[in-house]
């Protein structure tokens, strides 16, 4: 087949959705495909407009960007590239630039399909003026990606309950899955901790130092658990500023027991996940988590998650059966969860091998979205 992915940014821009897009592509061109990507030039401005990474041929086009990513307008198509195409799949409906691209296949006769993601999630966002504005333009996206998509599909239960309950659409369910090094790869915690000199107890964030994601949340629950709980330390993967949080660890005098490591490899993220007693996932409101990979890499390496009870994630995590829940922004019940599990490395053990049965590896994922493309 020849499939054309559409997606507002790619590699090299990392982020939870960036990774998912690539690799899903990289995978179908493994088992044979003719896998295209057509994305804007933002992020990758010393990238070629076109070239190959790993069998998939990417075309960045011109756009035009207002305010947000999601407000990124496409001047180009490659009509070429999607008018021969079996199927062009677009990623996410709030992407203004994945559904011009999909209007485009459509008015050509092509294919469609669209992971629909994050759906009706803007009403509890902390930006006020996002939460009375934001809804109005989602809903219009959504209705406008419905109307354009023969295939729809969703990464999350909660936006698989809610297109059929409030739209009266059908959607298929596929999540994101993970590599097989991250499945079979043999346990680095050793490597890891000799590598960073960390041998104290240690919880684990990966993602994006981003103010809704709750990094702040988390500094506060470190400051609140080590009273209890005092060689207890939270190491922090992810790009993004550190300064303001490295500031607020030191007003808070825990500074020694919050390490930053920055942006790190996979074989490291494993290495850490590893070692750490819980992933922390301390996130502020339902749009930013529409599934969340890292879950799945912790579960992959029989680790707990510690997680807010927003967006998808009360779908996947259930309290004390795979992990623990807590309320968003609450410093001093994730802080609890945190002692809970450094004292009880049992309950952790358990809760992490539960999880383990909910993982589906890239390959499958692949086959799933392969046979959802034929019919």
Not at 273 to 291: G, H, K, N, Q, R
């Amino acid at each position: 087949m020849k499939i054309v992915h559409v997606s507002t940014h790619y590699y090299p821009v990392l982020g939870g959705l960036e990774r998912a897009i690539q690799s899903l592509a990289e995978e179908l061109a493994r088992m044979g495909h003719e896998v295209h990507v057509i994305t804007s030039g933002f992020g990758a401005e010393d990238r070629p407009k076109e070239e190959v990474i790993n069998g998939v041929y990417v075309h960045r086009v011109k756009a035009l960007r207002f305010l947000s990513p999601d407000l990124t307008y496409p001047l180009e198509y490659v009509e070429k590239v999607i008018r021969d195409a079996d199927i062009v799949h677009g990623h996410s409906q709030n992407s203004l630039f994945t559904v011009k691209v999909v209007e485009k296949a459509k008015s050509l006769g092509v294919k469609t399909a669209m992971y629909f993601m994050a759906v009706d999630a803007l009403y509890d966002h902390p930006n006020y003026l996002v939460r009375l504005l934001g809804p109005f333009y989602a809903n219009h996206m959504l209705n406008k990606a419905i109307a354009l998509s023969n295939l729809r599909l969703v990464k999350s239960f909660r936006d698989l309950e809610i297109l059929r309950s409030r739209y009266g659409v059908t959607a298929f369910h596929v999540p994101d899955g993970v590599s097989e090094e991250t499945v079979n790869a043999p346990n680095m915690a050793e490597e890891f901790k000799e590598r960073y000199a960390i041998r104290e107890p240690f919880v684990l964030y990966i993602g994006r130092l981003h103010r809704l994601k709750g990094v702040d949340v988390l500094i506060k629950a470190v400051s609140i658990a080590v009273k209890k709980h005092p060689k207890l330390k939270a190491v922090i993967i992810g790009p993004g500023e550190q300064k303001p949080y490295r500031k607020l660890a030191q007003k808070l005098g825990v500074e020694s027991n919050i390490i930053f490591l920055g942006y790190v490899d996979e074989m490291t993220k494993i290495g850490a996940l590893d070692a750490s007693i819980a992933l922390l996932l301390p996130s502020l409101c339902d749009y930013v988590e529409v599934f969340s990979i890292v879950i799945s890499e912790a579960w992959a390496r029989r680790k707990p998650v510690i997680a807010s009870a927003v967006g998808e994630i009360p779908y996947r995590v259930k309290h004390m059966v795979n992990g623990l829940l807590v309320p968003p922004k609450d410093p001093k019940a994730l802080a609890e969860a945190m002692i809970m599990l450094a004292k009880n490395r049992e309950l952790a053990t358990r809760l992490g091998v539960e999880g383990k049965k909910e993982v589906m590896t890239w390959s499958e994922v692949a086959l799933q979205i392969l046979n959802m493309y034929k019919v």
